[in-house]
């Protein structure tokens, strides 16, 4: 008897573009960071470096997510490393700015503390399957994204209603980021569920 099975072809590689620009927006952070201290809170060309940098690696990940799909280089490491790489530019760019004193403590600490614990999360089930970003996710990076670009450009007198427009996005972000977590969760157990039933 003939077999006529068609051997299962090899994912995409995780030495491609898309995972390419995911690491270089990891080694963007510490740049960032560094731009950003280095203007000492008097909203001077360091500060701009910092605002530049962050456009820059935001658009690195629409980039690598584009590419991915475009092309089928959608690799696990990819789903993995994607959220990281998000949550280490989001993450210290919060702290930055809590730091300053131009952000709560605790709008960042609610923040940290989901995206810390989603990220380990993903970890635990990941032997019952990846669990990808959601389209509550993605919105939560827009509106994060969006509140920390209105956070970091220099507040003039030119421009008072900056202060309130970040202020009202980071709190859209903030409501959303909660959200989107406990959903998380619920996927989460649902995987972990599914995983040892099919075991």
Do not use: C, H
Request: glycine content about 8%.
């Amino acid at each position: 008897m003939t077999d006529n099975a068609v051997p299962a072809q090899p994912g995409p590689s995780n030495w491609n573009l898309p995972n390419a620009l995911t690491m270089l927006r990891i080694v963007l952070v510490p740049f960032f960071i560094w731009f950003f201290l280095a203007d000492g809170g008097a909203y001077g060309w360091w500060r701009w470096a910092a605002v530049v940098l962050f456009l820059v690696a935001i658009y690195t990940d629409k980039l690598d997510g584009d590419i991915a799909r475009a092309r089928g280089l959608i690799t696990s490491f990819g789903k993995i490393a994607d959220p990281i790489a998000d949550k280490l530019l989001i993450g210290s760019a919060l702290v930055m700015l809590s730091a300053v004193g131009e952000l709560w403590w605790w709008v960042t600490v609610l923040m940290l503390v989901r995206e810390v614990g989603i990220t380990a999360l993903r970890f635990v089930v990941i032997r019952y399957g990846v669990m990808a970003a959601s389209k509550g996710g993605k919105l939560k990076t827009v509106l994060q994204t969006v509140a920390i670009f209105l956070y970091l450009l220099p507040v003039t007198p030119a421009t008072p209603w900056l202060s309130v427009a970040a202020l009202v996005v980071m709190l859209a972000a903030l409501a959303v980021t909660l959200v989107t977590g406990v959903d998380y969760i619920i996927k989460a157990a649902q995987l972990r569920t599914a995983g040892r039933g099919a075991a």
